[in-house]
């Protein structure tokens, strides 16, 4: 494979007068492991000598619309493989000798998995069992030997000895997130789902169920490598905020020095659009930010979370996948409620004060490539907090190299799910080192504002009696819109509740002496303003 470099500036700003926040560049460069699988939505481990351990998700790329050909067995992913990323090789070997309980969930997809120590827990899952004679979601919890069984798949031994499993149906979850903080788990968001997928609805022939958790679950693993149980179980439950699944959560540092998990965008609101909040998870509990909106990454990708400790500012990288909105050559944001697959690579910050930003990096996927994808840190210990969250101030070299991106969905068109018809798109094998470079002080990324989000156009103008004002409503919610004049003083005020899309309204001018003023409009953390003439 020819080698692209792909250059991604990161902003360079200061938060106090006397700190400012590191700069850095991180650039992708795409390698060809021979032999590795194609896969999309799965689960990984990695061993102790830096080798990764692929199992689940699946060898298709977006799944079809019919019920008869959504989610086939045959695309199922059932074998586990080994790759050495460094020595470009690949091991595989065949799950199918594994008892039936353990084999039908590995098979799955969109599971939920953390890695701790050497041992990977797998829960959950999406696909067909033979036992059942449906597809269903797994209430089933695999502990994995990640060495053990990377030796026997690299050797050819049986790998048998190296599964354990137990069943909860409060495991019983696909297309959430499993996080890990202080000696506890988090399995967060997420649904449960039996049946064939249908987009006619549940009652619809082949009718299915489909259960959001709408919780945070929190439980601990007991485990002394032979045992397994799950103790001290506790579910957090909001139906509003937390009916969210395939969606990112990332580890954090909050500004607080409090270490916990945001859970990005994900699908779906009461409209039937993505989510655009966030909500953060601690071990105290779990808080709603409804003073940020993430535009640019909805589903699933591949994501590194980046903190600047000399500046207390945390970054969270998203690398393409799909989204609701992407911004054109102009720089205005365009809704698609199709949630096309998209090439964008964005970053969400957030400052040492808490407030939280979100910028389009000036450099794309080289495809539409990377739902369903993952980061694969490398492995050193003094790169990554818990193995997880990239610790900029210890980089000391001007390059480094800190992981991977590999496999996802790689789809030959932004919106090809009313067409699907199992060609427009494929899992995918490729690898893309991922390196940060310091010390760099350009800046070559766009910040999402006022001016793109709302993209207000004020006509006519000048005007008289009155003016009409088109512009893009992100998100449901009220709207001020407020006109001053060049005194800074307030003349006239409107509020509008309005549901996301293109709007439109009329201010009435009469009562307004003839000069020059500034409209705003505001709402949901953006503000954006024009001048205004009346004669």
Not at 426 to 436: E, G, L, T
């Amino acid at each position: 494979m020819k080698s692209i470099y792909l250059f991604i500036v990161l902003a360079v700003s200061s938060f106090t007068a006397t700190v400012a926040q590191e700069a850095f560049d991180v650039f992708i460069e795409p390698i060809a492991i021979s032999n590795a699988p194609s896969v999309q939505s799965f689960s990984w481990g990695k061993t102790a000598d830096g080798k990764w351990v692929v199992l689940g998700g699946r060898i298709d790329g977006l799944h079809q619309r019919q019920p008869f050909a959504a989610f086939l067995p045959s695309s199922n992913n059932t074998s586990i493989s080994v790759i050495d990323p460094e020595n470009n090789q690949v091991w595989s070997a065949s799950l199918s000798g594994l008892p039936t309980s353990i084999f039908e969930q590995l098979q799955s997809t969109n599971q939920e998995f953390h890695q701790n120590g050497n041992s990977l827990y797998v829960i959950g899952g999406y696909g067909y069992s033979t036992t059942a004679s449906d597809h269903i979601t797994y209430g089933n919890l695999t502990a994995i030997d990640i060495n053990g069984v990377a030796n026997a798949v690299i050797n050819n031994a049986n790998i048998n000895s190296f599964f354990r499993q137990l069943s909860d149906t409060n495991l019983s979850v696909t297309g959430g997130h499993l996080g890990f903080l202080n000696g506890t788990y988090y399995l967060c968001g997420g649904q449960y789902f039996e049946g064939r997928y249908n987009p006619m609805g549940p009652n619809n022939g082949p009718g299915f169920i489909q259960r959001y958790t709408n919780q945070i679950r929190k439980f601990e693993v007991i485990d002394n490598g032979t045992n397994l149980s799950i103790a001290n179980y506790a579910a957090i439950t909001d139906v509003n905020e937390l009916h969210r699944r395939d969606y990112n959560m990332s580890p954090q540092i909050f500004p607080n020095g409090q270490q916990g998990f945001t859970m990005f965008s994900g699908v779906f609101n009461p409209n039937d659009l993505p989510y655009l909040n966030t909500v953060n998870v601690f071990d105290t509990g779990y808080a709603v930010n409804n003073n940020f909106n993430q535009y640019l990454s909805q589903y699933h990708s591949a994501k590194l979370p980046i903190h600047d400790n000399a500046s207390n500012t945390m970054h969270t990288l998203f690398f393409g996948g799909m989204s609701q909105y992407t911004l054109d050559a102009n720089g205005n944001l365009v809704q698609d409620n199709n949630v096309p697959f998209v090439k964008t690579i964005s970053k969400v910050t957030r400052a040492s004060n808490g407030s939280m930003t979100e910028s389009k990096l000036d450099i794309e996927m080289p495809t539409l490539l990377g739902s369903g994808a993952e980061f694969i840190p490398e492995s050193n210990a003094n790169w990554f907090l818990n193995g997880e969250i990239l610790n900029l101030n210890n980089l000391t070299a001007d390059s480094t190299m800190v992981g991977y991106i590999y496999g996802g969905i790689e789809s030959t068109a932004p919106n090809i799910f009313f067409i699907n018809n199992g060609t427009q798109s494929s899992a995918s094998n490729i690898v893309f080192k991922v390196y940060i470079v310091k010390s760099i002080t350009g800046i070559n990324e766009k910040s999402l504002s006022g001016e793109n989000v709302f993209n207000m156009n004020v006509f006519p103008n000048p005007s008289s009696e009155s003016v009409n004002l088109s512009f893009f409503i992100p998100s449901y919610g009220k709207y001020s819109f407020l006109v001053y004049n060049l005194s800074g003083q307030l003349i006239l005020t409107k509020e509008n509740t309005f549901q996301p899309g293109k709007q439109q309204i009329q201010l009435d001018l009469k009562n307004i002496s003839p000069g020059e003023y500034f409209i705003t409009i505001s709402g949901n953390t953006f503000t954006s303003q024009q001048k205004l003439i009346i004669y």
